[in-house]
């Protein structure tokens, strides 16, 4: 599994876009990059997923440049629901179903 | 929109005792796993399940846990004799496809004294 690095922690503002950068230098060709976010006492929930280039949701966007050794996860206007942590995840998917190595992930803090 | 559901909440027992914790995970998912997460610390993988048999276990899943898919509906995690540290919130999740979109559930937070 490739080993990804993250900033410990973050503030923002309400309505500030905010960028969370996530390295993975060791990332495999067959390996997709993953966010998940986090709420305390709460199961980590899905965010968006990725290979390559960019994708965007309802939630985040993903951009992933062209080396795939770092991806930036982004949350446009983000309110103060948007405290958690945010976990980037990196792996390849696999026949058995997928277990998730997760990191100590970025905490964001949104501060009115 | 479908959910994962876990049962207790919250569990406490005393050391040395036999836990069952429950989850009943998305209907049509195939793949199911247990996470732990102690007090400030990361979540850590335990085991995975798939076509009824355990697919993967990290280091942590050793002889004490087991885990048991049965019937169509019910994913259960024992701890045959539970330590201290042991405590810990218990996830539950479920996967319908080869993806990386695991469904969480709520947790258990599980305290032996």
């Known amino acids: 599994l490739a080993k990804t690095t993250q900033p410990i922690s973050m503030d923002s503002y309400e309505g500030q876009e905010v960028n969370i950068t996530c390295s993975h230098n060791n990332i495999a060709t067959n390996d997709y990059i993953t966010w998940y976010q986090q709420f305390p006492s709460q199961g980590p929930r899905f965010i968006i997923q990725?290979?390559?280039t960019k994708v965007t949701n309802e939630v985040a966007s993903l951009f992933i440049p062209a080396d795939r050794k770092s991806s930036t996860l982004s949350l446009p206007r983000v309110s103060l629901s948007d405290t958690a942590v945010y976990y980037c995840?990196?792996?390849?998917?696999?026949?058995?179903?997928?277990?998730?190595?997760f990191g100590g992930g970025t905490r964001l803090m949104v501060k009115p | 929109e479908p959910e994962v559901t876990q049962t207790p909440s919250h569990q406490v027992t005393q050391m040395g005792q036999e836990v069952i914790l429950r989850c009943v995970p998305i209907?049509?998912?195939?793949?199911f796993y247990w996470y732990r997460q102690i007090l400030g610390q990361k979540v850590e993988f335990l085991v995975s399940?798939?076509?009824?048999?355990?697919?993967?276990k990290s280091e942590i899943f050793d002889d004490q846990f087991s885990v048991e898919r049965p019937d169509g509906s019910n994913f259960t995690l024992k701890i045959r004799s539970t330590k201290l540290e042991d405590s810990a919130m218990y996830f539950c999740?479920?996967?319908?496809?080869?993806?990386?979109?695991?469904?969480f559930g709520p947790g258990t937070r599980l305290t032996v004294t």
């Open positions: 399940f798939y076509n009824n048999e355990i697919s993967e």
């Open positions: 999740a479920s996967l319908r496809d080869q993806t990386y979109e695991q469904y």
């Open positions: 209907s049509n998912h195939l793949y």
């Open positions: 990725g290979y390559k």
């Open positions: 995840l990196v792996g390849v998917l696999n026949n058995a179903g997928n277990m998730l190595t």
